[in-house]
Nanobody, 126 residues
Framework: QVQLVESGGGLVQAGGSLRLSCAASGRTFINYHMGWFRQAPGKEREFVARINSSTRRTFYADSVKGRFTISRDNAKNTVYLQMNSLKPEDTAVYYC???????????????????WGQGTQVTVSS
């Protein structure tokens, strides 16, 4: 069992930056592949980024590539999402998720993840 708690959301102007954090409970954090998803009002939850457990290989949605960076600190059981050059269309609730299963083909699917945080709101004003 893994519990995930996100923090770091808030209101920022377009062009600004935010860093989201996701703290995980449990001693098996190192075994989990970690992802970030987001959901805007009236839209489906969408994949943002993922970092694998041991290789730390990263994957990004095209919409955030070059602007967002996912990283993890296994000693702190924490995964981060650094968000730069934010745009109004980045406004959403951001969720942290953990997956035990390795997937090179379906890492962007929410169904691949076993545990989810409660979400943190990010609002980007124009």
């Amino acid at each position: 069992q893994v519990q995930l708690v996100e923090s770091g959301g808030g209101l920022v102007q377009a062009g600004g930056s935010l860093r989201l954090s996701c703290a995980a409970s449990g001693r098996t954090f190192i075994n989990y592949h970690m992802g970030w998803f987001r959901q805007a009002p009236g839209k489906e939850r969408e994949f943002v980024a993922r970092i694998n457990s041991s290789t730390r290989r990263t994957f990004y949605a095209d919409s955030v590539k070059g602007r967002f960076t996912i990283s993890r600190d296994n000693a702190k059981n924490t995964v981060y999402l650094q968000m730069n050059s934010l745009k109004p269309e980045d406004t959403a609730v951001y969720y942290c998720a953990a997956a035990l299963k390795y997937s090179s083909a379906s890492y962007y699917l929410a169904g691949e993840y076993d545990y989810w945080g409660q979400g943190t709101q990010v609002t980007v004003s124009s």
